[in-house]
């Protein structure tokens, strides 16, 4: 009885995902289809909660469903509202990729039951397990993201730089939003102080329990998203020579960390007994501030037009 | 006992994100939409958390349930706000 | 614990930083951390050719739970080969660029890009691999578009979405393959893979994912306009090093990890297109009108070859017969790669200093501009494949092998192909030694027109005279005297 | 029961191929990116679904594909915040 309930509930969740998923990029209304994709986004966070994968859910609603869709809402002020189809989409072509699609899913489909089939039990879960006591975190999602695996996340974290590098080197940022109502007001007043608390938070609680730099990164990110919507050209970003040594700072960290144990005779990024929770905790808490810093600058859109931000100027100005 | 009225709370608390969302669908102009959802998604939501605030089983999980609901109705709040406001400076009713 | 492999990757990272909070200093520490990238990367060679291959398992946790590094003769020289272009077209770029703020915008991205071209040659972890593809493809998107125009804009989204499509492709097959066989490392994976449809489906998602990237043949529609409408040293970088490393990353998957589930077939599907594109791409330089758009048309199609080697390759008997036709790959890779950047380099000089590089008002080139001309006509003959460059040895190797092992219809393609080479090459040069005022008053401009030409110099006669040393460096155990081309 | 990781698993293979099909077949811009990203979303089920397989045995389940999938959430943000300020500069390029 119960598992059959299990089962139905999976079964609606799926068919909740599949549809919302259709109907985000079948929609030729793009507005719509941003709202869907972010009602999409909320959905694969209940789906992640669902999976046990309570470290994805937050990140999924905070970077996944929560920047994401403010970026593509903010994208939407600069698009028409509704598309043309690409090229002229013929008959018998949108047949033939209607099939390949069809054909497609059936084949991935049939390896991965096949890949199911063969590689239950496996996996790396019992090594993380076996090792994660010398991991100094408790965290098994955060074992892997900075220690097992942390070449990934320092690779990572270079991504994010190059994006929003890019995103800067494209121009100045697009004028900001009108002053806030009364109502956004106040509430900003006190829901960015309180994000603040939360990221420090979340980085903290990382080790032990879900949560982590990523998050944390986002959640500050956001409190900047709703300084930029109550009318903050700047979205609270310190002046362009800071925001570069804060851009840098979770690499530099991350490498510093990692070069200079490899100087003091242990691998790269090969932590001693006893401070590998500190390290973590010290590579994290900078990652944090780049992350946070790279996720308002793209929400942003560039160096802020107002006076004194363009790269070369080395004095910070305020608000 | 305990779980019965726990489960009664939550059932409740569905009831109104139903009704909301009937409400969300059904009616007319988008000042009565935004009245069903955030009386019926605020009150929903509250019965629901008191509801899993219940069987918890902790103080402190209590705690954040409650703080959770409050985050979503001053959020609430502040979006119907600018909904509605954006609305009337429109003029889009509809 | 040998911690030397991290180093390529490293120093153009820790580069990178610093031009970042410098913007004033980034030549400095974009030139400084390219010669120190090339620095390690001759020491990295110099142990492979010790060792025959090196491995650091990043935090000293074993490979599998935790990622390790590795290089072999493959990967050392196509290290060594990209940070020696990256060092000469980052001296070029020093003088490319005039304005303070497009300088500023250079160097960190250009610095990340390099990064993430170690790091993908001396990864040996499948997820790991999809960070730098990646990284690769957002810095390689962020500097196509640095030029800001419209063409460059719009070529730029289209590399993105391309890219991101080839990326996903990519790592659908590596959830397949942690899925069926545990692990994500690459050693461990070789020893578990066996012919069934897990494996055949993640190899071909993956396989697709790096075709896009590598731009093979019909996917290759999205390369020519994002390298010819970005800025040179990014161009050069482009068609040298970024659409080799997804070819680089088929190699090892076909060859290294997937060997046993691959039919005789599937390497002959990709030699028909790799076929297709050495012919389509050629005619398309043949036919373009500007000297960019040719260069990038002529990537299409040297790119084709090194995909019509892979049947040959595949086909070859272990031993001797294969390490034979796997150097002249090699070989023919690090050639090209010379020789493209070189050709790039002198077209940005070229476009500079006329204004334009439409190759019908080349005249007067010849004059002008000697030493780039002279640069051109070096980095033609690798091209085409003339003695005495590299390629010339990689092409007569193919042709040999194709024939032993009774694959005798890549012979026509190989010479059609190079007389179509032959004629773009020299419809250029027949331009450019004509008469005419094309190109202003000539001027001693080392810092821009030495690099290309010594690059074309590596590609034509460095690599072709030392082509036994690049064949002993990538397959250790072959007899030497077994070469006689 | 069907249990959840081939439910979830075919979810993710569905969304998927959704996805890849809505990139081929749309126009603008932002139409590719959100397809884009349903279809990376897709991906990401896949892993997390191989991660929950035995998972009822375990105290959690497999935190590698979890890790691998945080990594692909945040360079799925990364690029489509660069994809977004490409296309406004193409727009703008267009209006000037």
Known sequence: MNALLWTLLDLLLAAMLLGLGWAAVATRDLKRGVALFIAFGLLLALAWARLRAPDLALAEAAIGAGLAGALLLAALRDEPRHEKLAAAHSRAGLWTLNLLSVLLAVVVAWALLCALEMGEGLRLAGAVTDHIGQSGVSNPVTAVLLNFRAYDTLLELAVILSAVLGVLALGPARRGYGLPGPVLGGLIRWLVPLLIVTAGYLLWVGAHAPGGAFQAGATLAAAAVLLRLGGVDRAGLPAAAVSRWLLAAGLLVFLGVGLSLAGLGYGFLQYPAGLAGGLILVIESAATLSIAVALALAYVGGWSRSGSTQPDSTQGGSH | MIDFIAIVLIVTGIGFFAVGSIGLLRLPDLHSRLHALTKADNLGLGLVTLGTALLAGSLATAIKLLLIWLLVLAASAASANLIARHALERGDER | MNNLLIWPVALPLIGSLLALVWPRRADWAGIGASVAALAVAGLVAADVMRHDSLELAIGGWTPGLGIALRADGLSAALLLMSSLVALATAIYATNYFTDAHKRADFWPLWLLLITALHALLLSGDLFNIYVTLELLGLAAVALAALGRTRAALQAAVRYLTVGLLGSLAFLTGVGLVYAAYGTLDMSTLAGQVRAEPAAWVALALMTSGLLIKSALFPMHFWLPSAHANAPAPVSAALSALVVKAAFYLVLRLWLDVFDVALGPAAAGMLGVLGAFAVIWGSWKAFRAERLKLLAAYSTVAQIGYLFVFLPVLLASAPGAARDLVFGALVLFALTHGFAKSAFFLGAGVVLQRAGHDRIAELGGTARALPVTTFGLALAGIALIGLPPSGTFLAKWQLMASAIEVGQWLWIPVIAAGSLLAGAYVFRVLGHAFGPGEGVGPALAWARQELPALLLAVVATAVLGLGAVHVWSFVVPGLAIGGIQP | ?96
């Not at chain 4, 081929?24 to 191989?50: D, K, P, Q, T, W």
């Open chain 4, 1 to 96: 029961m069907l249990p959840a990781e081939i439910i979830f698993g075919l979810t993710g293979v569905g969304l998927f191929t959704l996805g890849l099909r809505a990139t081929l077949l749309h126009g603008s811009l932002l139409a590719r990116i959100l397809a884009i990203n349903v279809c990376g979303a897709g991906v990401f089920l896949m892993f997390v679904s191989i991660a929950y397989q035995g998972a009822a045995a375990m105290p959690v389940p497999d935190p590698v594909p979890h890790a691998l999938v945080l990594t692909g959430i945040v360079v799925a943000v990364s690029a489509t915040a660069l994809a977004l300020a490409l296309g406004r500069r193409l727009r703008e390029s267009a209006d000037e």
